[in-house]
């Protein structure tokens, strides 16, 4: 089993910067692949990013490619979501998930989800 602890979040300009970090608990952390996802108030959970277990394959959704960058750190059982030129519409809370197979931009497909974090960009 894995717990997941996201952090980072916070208020930020529009074209500012920030970067989330996902923790995890559990030895086997490094055979899962983590997702990032995001949920804006009345909308539906949506894929961000996500990451294969060894780090070698990375997915983006489309309105996020070239702008966040993911990834991770096996030893320190963390992976990240670099968010820069942050826009108003990135704002929603974030979640990182993990699923102990092939990396995947599917939400019903994770296994483990952690709390949230709010983003909140400012125009």
């Known amino acids: 089993q894995v717990q997941l602890v996201e952090s980072g979040g916070g208020l930020v300009q529009a074209g500012g910067s920030l970067r989330l970090s996902c923790a995890a608990s559990?030895?086997?952390?490094?055979?899962?692949?983590v997702g990032w996802f995001r949920q804006a108030p009345g909308k539906e959970r949506e894929f961000v990013a996500a990451i294969s277990w060894s780090g070698g394959m990375t997915l983006y959704a489309d309105s996020v490619r070239g702008r966040f960058t993911i990834s991770r750190d096996n030893p320190k059982n963390t992976a990240y979501l670099q968010m820069n030129s942050l826009k108003a519409e990135d704002t929603a809370v974030y979640y990182c998930a993990a699923r102990p197979s092939y990396v995947s931009l599917v939400v019903n497909e994770y296994e483990y989800w952690g709390q949230g974090t709010q983003v909140t960009v400012s125009s």
């Open positions: 559990g030895r086997t952390f490094r055979s899962y692949a």
